[in-house]
């Protein structure tokens, strides 16, 4: 079984700094690992994900997430956030032999101010 | 091109009645899933259809709730008897290398 940990419910920043939001996981088994995000009143939004390959891994809005599976992490980043980036992020694993069913961390409410 | 859609977006019901809740996946996607989320639980693993396999329906909370997919494509997830705490948003998403969801449907049990 497999479980994430999003170690901030809440982050708070001003626009344009750097942001870094956490994501920790357990797991027995390899995994790919996602970002989603949701906007106020509205679905859920996949940012980025790992499958394989390259640690780093880009998405949308100019996000970006490294795989670190020593640490057994998946820390979202970007560089310079704006107003709209306020929102909820999701950390989501799967295991790569299984049902590919998403398990999820508690999200992190991202709240930008100008 | 078009998203997985849900229908209906909002359902307000009674407690005791059933109800059914549908989803139209991507076109071409061969998984289907759904969740559930609240806000006591997060995001809750319900069912997963893929292709022809059984579903694995390991996350359904109670024989009330059923799940199936019908063609390979539209799939309604119903609740039987429904209880208050049946109340959540219930999002439905397709599968190719990533899980792509709905909009959900707000279910409130008065």
């Known amino acids: 079984a497999q479980s994430v940990t999003q170690l901030d419910s809440q982050v708070p920043v001003f626009e344009e700094a750097p942001v870094e939001l956490r994501c920790n996981y357990s797991s027995s088994v390899s995994v790919y690992l996602f970002w989603y995000v949701q906007y106020p009143n509205q679905g859920l939004q996949l940012l980025l994900k790992?499958?394989?390959?390259?640690?780093l891994v880009k998405g949308i809005n100019g996000f970006e997430a490294e795989f670190n599976k020593s640490q057994t992490s998946f820390h979202l980043r970007k560089p310079s956030v704006h107003i709209s980036d306020t929102a909820e992020y999701f950390c989501?694993?799967?295991?790569?032999?299984?049902?590919?069913?998403?398990?999820f961390g508690k999200g992190t409410k991202l709240t930008v101010n100008p | 091109g078009a998203g997985v859609s849900q229908s209906p977006s909002n359902k307000v019901t009674e407690k005791g009645k059933d109800v059914e809740l549908r989803c139209d996946p991507i076109?071409?996607?061969?998984?289907l899933y759904w969740y559930r989320q609240s806000l006591g639980q997060g995001l809750e693993f319900l069912i997963y259809?893929?292709?022809?396999?059984?579903?694995?329906k390991s996350g359904l909370p109670s024989d009330r709730f059923s799940a199936e997919r019908t063609g390979g494509s539209v799939s309604t997830l119903t609740i039987q008897r429904t209880q208050q705490e049946d109340s959540a948003v219930y999002l439905c998403?397709?599968?190719?290398?990533?899980?792509?969801f709905g909009p959900g449907t707000r279910l409130t049990v008065l």
């Open positions: 076109s071409g996607h061969t998984a």
């Open positions: 790992y499958l394989s390959g390259s640690t």
């Open positions: 998403a397709s599968s190719l290398e990533a899980e792509y």
């Open positions: 989501a694993v799967s295991d790569v032999r299984g049902s590919e069913k998403l398990v």
């Open positions: 259809f893929q292709g022809n396999s059984a579903p694995d």
